[in-house]
């Protein structure tokens, strides 16, 4: 693309998968590396630089978590800060930013007809891990670099490439730590999680908790002499049940006329792993349980978490320690992750809406990373290619057409940020 007139949807959907077939091929499961990835986009943004036809420079950061935040965790694991556009003082300047995370889920234990670090294309879809989360918002937004590049930007187009997003957003909070400080503090900020392109303003929170429970051991033929750690759990899981429960039934019996929805339009509680005992004839000492609650705006999720614990206090351990004193039930908090609130005046909102013609209200009951910039004070809204519903499944894939979708509004947004 030499100027603003250059721009062709096929070529710019072919680059777009050219791109998305190398993010494919990098296996960003959050239990390894980016750096590789990371090293693909610098060099795409390096050779951009070079090309004797670019208006604005692409200046571009390596934001890695600080050495007393680190852990074992982040080894090999980066995130990138890159600007077109905009002053050599790059504080001075707020813009447009199109964030998205690097890291995808695992594909272990699921039924895959072909590779899924091999894209693999048909007349209609592209296949492959990350294909709709989020990798092809990815490619999209660097297919569409050298458009940005070649046009008289008012302000500058920034991109934040994040790791550790499928387990607690723990890369991005690194990168927001420098927003407004050593980076420029952004006007807005479109995180393309796949929305079927269609604007979302809202998400649920999420708190990922893990509880312990200690009990006491013995022959299951005496279980008047030990306290089964596993049975305590599954009272517990029965009283989060119980809390779920009662949600849907308020939700059911409430007559809510307000904008926009959740679906489901209550706060989620989910239990995911139990584990606990050693054989079937041994009273279980030890045994624990991970959960999740993912909460409406305005709910506490401390609250459920509170009311474990008093069942607990109330209920369960004085049961327990009549037989073993040293009984114990704790719940830790692994991470927290706020909720993303409809804001219907925020700047990101009114740019998304403006330019993409959508004037419908749309809340996501999944989490991502938006309310953490909106919490750090920056206006943000969603806005990308492909289905949630093809998330996380075995032979994920992301519809051509939501490609080629989400092209043209950063096309359209190029030609908003030259005026």
Not at 122 to 140: E, I, P, Q, S, V
Not at 191 to 213: D, Q, R, Y
């Amino acid at each position: 693309m030499n100027n603003s007139e250059s721009y062709n949807i096929d070529k710019s959907l072919q680059n777009c998968l050219d791109i998305l077939k190398h993010l494919v091929g990098f296996n960003t499961v959050s239990s390894n590396g980016n750096s590789d990835l990371i090293g693909y986009v610098q060099d795409l943004l390096n050779t951009q630089n070079k090309a004797n036809n670019n208006a604005n420079n692409i200046e571009h950061q390596l934001i890695y978590a600080p050495p007393d935040k680190a852990d074992e965790r982040d080894k090999d694991k980066v995130n990138l800060w890159a600007m077109i556009g905009g002053t050599n003082n790059a504080k001075d300047n707020a813009g447009i930013a199109l964030s998205g995370h690097t890291d995808v889920v695992p594909v272990t234990g699921q039924d895959w007809q072909t590779d899924p670090f091999t894209l693999h294309v048909t007349k209609d879809k592209a296949y492959g891990r990350g294909t709709c989360d989020m990798k092809g918002f990815l490619a999209c937004a660097l297919a569409m670099v050298p458009y940005f590049a070649s046009l008289p930007l008012k302000k500058p187009l920034m991109l934040y490439f994040s790791y550790d997003e499928e387990v607690g957003c723990r890369g991005v909070q690194h990168l927001i730590d420098q927003l407004g400080k050593k980076l420029p503090a952004p006007e807005a900020i479109i995180v393309g999680e796949p929305s079927n392109l269609k604007t979302l303003s809202a998400h649920k929170s999420m708190v990922a908790c893990e509880t312990f429970i200690t009990g006491r051991a013995g022959h299951s033929s005496n279980l008047q002499k030990g306290v089964s750690a596993t049975m305590i759990a599954a009272r517990l899981v029965n009283f989060i049940h119980q809390m779920l429960a009662e949600n849907q039934q308020q939700a059911s019996e409430k007559n809510d006329n307000a904008i926009g929805s959740f679906d489901p339009p209550y706060s989620g509680l989910h239990v995911g792993v139990i584990e606990g005992g050693i054989a079937f004839n041994i009273i279980a000492e030890k045994a624990r349980f991970l959960w999740d609650i993912r909460t409406i705006t305005n709910d506490d999720p401390n609250r459920y978490i509170q009311r474990l614990q008093q069942f607990a206090d109330d209920v369960l351990l004085p049961e327990m320690r009549v037989i073993a004193p040293e009984s114990s039930i704790v719940t830790h908090q692994n991470h927290a992750l706020p909720n993303f609130n409809y804001q219907p005046d925020s700047a990101a909102e009114h740019l998304v809406r403006r330019l993409s013609g959508d004037n419908s209200v749309s809340f996501a009951s999944y989490m991502a990373e938006t309310g953490l910039f909106q919490k750090a004070g920056f206006p943000s809204i969603i806005y990308g290619p492909g289905d949630i519903a093809q998330a996380h499944q075995p032979n994920e894939w992301v519809h051509l057409d939501q490609l080629r979708g989400c092209l043209d509004f950063l096309y359209q947004l190029g030609q908003d940020m030259s005026r």
